[in-house]
């Protein structure tokens, strides 16, 4: 069937590999998502959709995969693909959506992309991908989602990257970035998503994180941030999570984290240097469901005001020094390394 321009075998319970002679029709689209097929892909080219994902594929990626210029979609994620990223990749301007996720590729990932203004998704997390993020990457202006968790990328987060207009989600988590996070990334007012966690990242946070008015979710836990949260934050009133622990900021724990009244799944600025009370404002979170405020340097009572926080279904105030009367039913866990809790909470150590 030399002529066949769309196959689609989704779904379905295919073993084996995909024949070699496909390579010779002229296929425009093949989707085979979600099956058992193993081996390597032909040298597919002139295709506009190729989408491998959910299989146990392994091999190099075809080559020529974008030799055509027409190529807009490319789904190979959750396989067992090594080697690089096809340079073909490099100047094919017609890419729409790629996923490559979950694979085993290699290689500088400064080498392999360009300017893609047609781009909307790429997500290249959970494989070996080294060497820096590139500033082309700031004037993909359609780009609505930018994901390379996962991988073993080092030196720092372009400034340019904030050029960008409609980013959605930016996923650089757990790499080995270094350096200040850039002022121009809160330019990304269309952002919902950040995620920088787990990497080398150092300096204060921007204040200009307050412009992120659509931000849901923000992640910068496991760096070296120091310094004051800005209070600035609390103009991101969209915010359902945010986990801000394992670092090195100091200072209060800004009150304007009160102002955040949609924050559902968690709060977390555990593991840092804060002093000060604990904000009273906190109590006007009654969405929330865990908070974490463990491993600072807290002093005096907790609030009265956080008996009204309904849904919390965890609260870690433990490692630092209040005392526990507000809660006498919780768990011990909670306030492990409170100073005077033994005649408090049955059973508790006295840790002084």
């Given amino acids: 069937m030399t002529s066949l321009i769309l196959l689609d075998l989704s779904n379905n319970q295919i073993s084996g590999c995909i024949p070699p002679s496909f390579a010779n029709i002229s296929l425009k689209e093949l989707s085979v998502i979600n099956n058992s097929l193993s081996g390597s892909v032909p040298n597919l080219t002139s295709l506009v959709s190729l989408k491998l ?34 340079k073909s990749l490099r100047n094919c301007s017609s890419l729409v959506r790629v996923r490559l996720d979950r694979n085993n590729l290699t290689g500088d990932l400064f080498d392999h992309f360009g300017v893609y203004l047609n781009m909307r998704y790429i997500d290249l997390s959970y494989n070996r991908l080294s ?114 622990s394992n670092n090195s900021f100091s200072g209060s724990i800004p009150y304007e984290f009160g102002q955040l009244v949609d924050l559902q799944e968690l709060l977390d600025p555990s593991q840092n240097s804060f002093s000060g009370h604990i904000p009273s404002q906190l109590g006007q979170l009654t969405l929330l469901q865990i908070l974490n405020l463990s491993h600072n340097n807290l002093p005096g009572h907790i609030p009265p005001s956080l008996i009204n926080m309904a849904s919390l279904s965890a609260l870690d105030v433990s490692h630092n020094v209040p005392d526990g009367q507000l809660f006498p039913r919780a768990p011990m866990e909670w306030f492990t390394g409170y100073r005077g809790l033994c005649d408090v909470i049955a059973g508790m150590p006295d840790s002084r």
Avoid at 61 to 72: A, T, W, Y
Avoid at 205 to 230: C, Q
């Fill in 53 to 86: 994902a959910y299989n146990d594929l392994s091999g190099h990626l075809p080559p020529d995969v974008c030799r055509g210029g027409k190529l807009q979609h490319f789904t190979a994620a959750y396989n067992k693909f090594h080697g690089p990223i096809p």
């Fill in 131 to 244: 060497g820096m993020l590139s500033p082309e990457w700031g004037s993909c202006s359609n780009l609505s989602s930018l994901r390379i968790s996962n991988n073993r990328l080092n030196g720092k987060v372009p400034s340019e990257i904030g050029q960008s207009t409609r980013p959605g989600a930016l996923d650089l988590s757990s790499n080995h970035l270094v350096g200040e996070l850039p002022k121009n990334l809160c330019n990304l007012i269309s952002l919902i998503e950040l995620n920088i966690s787990s990497n080398q990242l150092s300096g204060e946070l921007p204040s200009e994180i307050g412009k992120l008015l659509k931000l849901k979710r923000l992640d910068v836990s496991g760096n070296n941030f120091s310094g004051v949260i800005p209070r600035e934050i609390g103009g991101c009133k969209q915010l359902i999570s945010v986990d801000m």
